[in-house]
């Protein structure tokens, strides 16, 4: 996040920029493997961990907010979604992505795109505010 800090040229990117979505869209197929899933989950746990006071409750409506979705072959997705009753905090949500399992299987990246839009981007009520939405994939 100290990225967007520097680049975007102003001092105070929680209050000037407003609120964002982030989706992390995570390759559990076989081809990863263990150690590369374990790396791509603690990817998500320091990124969370550097939005600092950005993301301040998993449930905000002004501040940043993440979600996570888990796939591997077809119609094998795992997510853990913005609005999830059961996470009321950020350290809630990082234990959530930790405790994710390896699925193995084929690669289904298309179809993990579909599901994350259509279940945690398309009918958020912040979408319906224009609130911006990042999607991020991440493969090996």
């Not at 990117?13 to 150690?35: H, M, P, Q, W, Y």
């Not at 501040?63 to 905090?89: C, K, P, W």
């Not at 579909?114 to 979408?127: G, P, Q, V």
């Amino acid at each position: 996040m100290s990225y967007i800090r520097e680049t975007c040229g102003c001092c105070d990117c929680e209050k000037r920029c407003g609120a964002l979505d982030i989706v992390f869209v995570i390759d559990s197929s076989e081809s990863v493997g263990l150690t590369n899933f374990t790396l791509e989950k603690n990817f998500v746990i320091n990124t969370i961990n550097r939005l600092g006071s950005m993301a301040t409750h998993p449930h905000s409506e002004t501040g940043t907010r993440v979600g996570v979705v888990q796939y591997s072959h077809n119609g094998t997705f795992e997510a853990i979604r913005l609005n999830d009753s059961n996470i009321d905090s950020i350290a809630a949500f990082k234990v959530a992505v930790k405790n994710l399992q390896w699925i193995a299987g084929g690669t289904w990246t298309p179809s993990a795109l579909k599901f994350a839009y259509d279940h945690l981007i398309r009918d958020s009520r912040r979408t319906r505010a224009k609130v911006c939405c990042l999607l991020l994939l991440y493969s090996i």
